[in-house]
């Protein structure tokens, strides 16, 4: 019985769903990864195909290091006309451009020029000096949301300053997170989990029951460490953060995060931001303007435009967190954390209940064709009690077998 039980739970095991996971590259040297839940068997290369084929859609569009991108060319075009681009193009600078509207500035995809005045672009130099005042105001006449302009139909950018550039570092990894995302539930794969360069969206669950869960790491710089996890279900989720990409100036820190309103690195204590939306566009591009804006801001926007933030400020050694919305902190387990497949009590349940359905079947038949079932003791037929007689006898109405077995002798059929 217990070989059969446990080769039923074998079998269970191994027709349920798993995960199947991958790693990569995307625009550069961002790192990605992709988990999918479908059948063990699966064959996940024509899924990895797709997902690389819309990672490259989007970086040869949006990318600022390939020089034949859309934006690379756009930014080299001095013209004033409408430029055409794709339509995946235009979603994004149409998006970028309402939340620099809701943000009152705060995020803005055309600082770029000051972005890497700062030397955080694409091509760094090695005897880097930061911007006077002069060269700092020289830059933001070259700069500004509203200076820019799109449509959808047919898609094309236009801008109004001939230097205007633009840079979309900030929300285009959000998009091809959800573009990912949407891929992979058109191939049929509801439940899955999609991470670039810290931005990520997940829906459905694992195997097991449990959420998908995302770590936050500790605003800690030069060191890697977990500070607090989030579960996230059918949402998308991106953190922004100083603690790694800034300048040393005169013997001080300089963050990458730029204020489009100022021209300079911003001043606050915000160590880092994470936010949690619908879409991971939205929580890419909000998560850095909350960098920009502060916690009590935060808290705001949070409330107005209903998404879920969380908040670490570092002054000196004090910290302060903020938190706004129901954000969907969760306690991890770790000594389950790594276990994606059924549990060993789910598969032997699920051996019990496929036991139960096998005596009942036989039951029935028996029912039906009046019959007893042969065995039906459990093998206690053959067990004798300390007086002689035999366990079988504890059935009201034994079965011919039974009776063979009481008497010693064959009964009448």
Excluded at 125 to 132: A, H, I, L, R
Aim: charged residues 20%.
């Amino acid at each position: 019985m217990l070989l059969a039980v446990m080769w039923v739970a074998a079998t269970v095991a191994s027709a349920q769903d798993v995960v199947h996971s991958w790693s990569g590259k995307t625009m550069g040297p961002i790192d990605y990864t992709v988990k999918i839940i479908g059948p063990k068997q699966i064959d996940v290369e024509p899924v990895q195909a797709e997902v690389t084929a819309v990672l490259e859609s989007v970086n040869s569009c949006m990318s600022t290091y390939q020089p034949d991108s859309e934006i690379s060319r756009f930014n080299r075009s001095q013209s004033t006309d409408w430029f055409s681009v794709t339509n995946a193009t235009a979603v994004v600078i149409k998006r970028s451009l309402e939340i620099s509207e809701i943000t009152q500035g705060a995020f803005d995809i055309t600082v770029k020029p000051i972005v890497e005045r700062w030397n955080f672009g694409a091509g760094k130099q090695s005897d880097f000096t930061p911007p006077s005042t002069e060269e700092t105001r020289a830059l933001l006449e070259r700069i500004g949301y509203r200076k820019l302009a799109v449509r959808l139909e047919p898609p094309a950018i236009r801008k109004t300053e001939p230097h205007l550039q633009i840079d979309l570092s900030a929300i285009a990894k959000g998009y091809a997170v959800d573009l990912v995302s949407a891929k992979l539930t058109e191939l049929g794969f509801p439940a899955h989990f999609v991470e670039i360069g810290g931005e990520v969206r997940a829906h459905g669950a694992k195997p097991n029951g449990r959420p998908w869960v995302v770590a936050i790491e500790k605003p800690t710089v030069g060191v890697r460490q977990l500070d607090r996890t989030a579960a996230i279900r059918d949402a998308a989720m991106a953190t922004s953060g100083n603690y790694r990409n800034f300048v040393e100036v005169a013997g001080r820190r300089r963050s990458h995060t730029i204020d489009p309103r100022t021209g300079e690195p911003i001043e606050n204590h915000v160590a880092s931001v994470s936010v949690v939306a619908a879409d991971c566009m939205t929580a890419d591009a909000l998560a850095t303007a909350i960098m920009v804006l502060g916690p009590a801001e935060a808290a705001r926007l949070a409330e107005q435009r209903r998404f879920s933030v969380f908040v670490i400020e570092l002054d000196g050694g004090e910290r302060t967190e903020t938190i706004a919305g129901d954000f969907p902190f969760y306690e991890l387990d770790v000594s389950s954390a790594a276990a994606d497949g059924p549990t060993i009590w789910t598969a032997l349940i699920a051996a019990f209940v496929l036991f139960g359905l096998a005596v009942l079947g036989m039951a029935i038949g028996a029912i039906f064709s009046r019959r007893p079932i042969q065995g039906s003791c459990g093998g206690l037929a053959a067990t004798t009690n300390p007086d002689g007689s035999t366990r079988c006898s504890l059935c009201q109405n034994p079965s011919q077998d039974c009776r063979e077995k009481q008497t010693g002798e064959p009964s009448r059929r």
